[in-house]
């Protein structure tokens, strides 16, 4: 037996929105005794406080409150489209989270969205830029619907769909010796103080490219962001690598900068499309997963 109605739920959402008692009861047409009895119902169905209530202030979410707000909303917002006979012809309505790795994001954020928007033209189309563990974490707390990420950090309660594929490059000075080349090997880098990644899982992928030729480098400098990466290998502080990275030659200060395919075939990493086994039984899933691999294919 369902205990809560989604009448509560429309309350619990316009007190959150509203800040207030009084607004919330004005716009559902209710008296704010009611309402507040209402929300009370609700607080202690769940054993917990949705909102902090103090006279002549604002009512406030909890941290509880704010997560189950969300999923709230997602309920409402299922019921508005079973209720619209409209709606229910489309595939194209709802909301969809879309993750991106965080080096992959200003690359094809932008032109994702725009796929996405004319694919799903009655969806809400929202977005997170994350790092690997939290990419796969919030897929699988139903944070993040779909995401475009490395194959890293994602077990077998995932599917995959491959986009493309990259290539490592190697970031180092204009006038290094290994500049001129028309790519680098991991046996020429093996030798050079590198510039990885603090990210955990992209410095052990890039470090296990090296035992694969049976080298320990030496990482000199483990940065959070691709410019400064850049920075540093422009000014000879050591020898960046990296997947993704604008394809102008210099770095954020105007230093000149030289990038170097790595030859390595093995080296190459797949850009995949990743969501949960469960999430698959989404109806927006499958046209946005193609709208992803339209937009990736047409590049």
Do not use: W
Request: hydrophobic share 45%; charged share 20%; with cysteine.
């Amino acid at each position: 037996m369902l205990y809560l109605t989604l009448r509560q739920f429309e309350y619990v959402s316009a007190v959150a929105r509203s800040g207030s008692l009084s607004a919330a009861a004005t716009q559902l047409n209710v008296s704010q005794p009611s309402l507040s009895v209402a929300i009370t119902q609700v607080e202690r169905r769940l054993a917990r406080k949705l909102f902090i209530r103090r006279r002549g202030a604002p009512v406030e979410l909890t941290d509880f409150g704010r997560d189950y707000l969300a999923q709230v909303d997602d309920i409402l917002a299922l019921a508005r489209q079973l209720d619209d006979p409209a709606h229910n012809r489309h595939a194209t309505t709802g909301r969809l989270t879309l993750g991106l790795f965080e080096d992959l994001a200003p690359l094809h954020l932008g032109r994702l969205l725009d796929a996405l928007h004319s694919k799903l033209p009655g969806a809400e189309i929202r977005y997170r830029i994350a790092n690997f563990e939290t990419l796969a974490r919030d897929m699988l707390q139903a944070r993040i619907d779909i995401a475009v990420t490395f194959d890293l950090g994602l077990d077998a309660s995932f599917l995959r769909r491959p986009l493309t594929s990259v290539h490592p490059h190697a970031l180092m000075r204009i006038d290094d010796p290994l500049a001129g080349l028309q790519e680098v090997s991991l046996n020429d880098l093996s030798q050079r103080a590198l510039i990885l990644f603090e990210e955990g899982l992209s410095v052990r992928h890039v470090l296990g490219l090296f035992r694969r030729i049976g080298a320990e480098p030496v990482v000199r400098h483990r940065v959070q962001a691709l410019e400064v990466m850049r920075s540093l290998a422009a000014h000879g502080e050591g020898i960046g690598i990296t997947y993704t990275g604008p394809k102008i030659g210099c770095a954020y200060d105007g230093t000149p900068l030289a990038s170097v395919p790595i030859a390595e075939a093995f080296a190459r990493e797949p850009v995949i499309l990743a969501y949960p086994l469960d999430g698959a039984k989404s109806a927006i899933l499958n046209p946005a997963s193609q709208a992803i691999f339209d937009a990736f294919s047409s590049e």
